[in-house]
């Protein structure tokens, strides 16, 4: 029921910035928690970031602290990353989530089995 379309990946200089885009369509969204996830060929998919109902409480991975930055727009039913100062070890597929479930008004999970809809994925390369 839940469409989420994702833009802005491509080929960058390290220490660069890209800012991508995650669309959500069937369902609106303003009560429910979004998330970023990253996964390279042969490792695991990796918590990038997540971001409550309407944006006053926000999560990041270790690896990306101080460096990403997560956003939405609920008006839009849009989601964004901030990507700045990236390095060759930021290449990977770049997947939107959504998580249709209510685990409280500041709640955003970091563990991908939480979140029930996915966009398609989108390359980032980030070149040395």
């Known amino acids: 029921q839940v469409q989420l379309v994702e833009s802005g990946g491509g080929l960058v200089q390290a220490g660069g910035s890209l800012r991508l885009s995650c669309a959500a369509s069937?369902?609106?969204?303003?009560?429910?928690?979004m998330g970023w996830f990253r996964q390279a060929p042969g490792k695991e998919r990796e918590f990038v970031a997540a971001i409550n109902w309407n944006g006053g409480s926000t999560y990041y991975g270790d690896s990306v602290k101080g460096r990403f930055t997560i956003s939405r727009d609920n008006a839009k039913n849009a989601v964004y990353l901030q990507m700045d100062s990236l390095k060759p070890e930021d290449t990977a597929v770049y997947y939107c989530?959504?998580?249709?479930?209510?685990?409280?008004?500041?709640?955003?999970?970091?563990?991908?089995?939480?979140?029930?809809?996915w966009g398609q994925g989108t390359q980032v390369t980030v070149s040395s």
């Open positions: 989530a959504a998580d249709l479930s209510y685990g409280g008004p500041y709640y955003a999970s970091t563990e991908a089995d939480e979140y029930e809809y």
């Open positions: 069937g369902r609106t969204f303003s009560s429910h928690a």
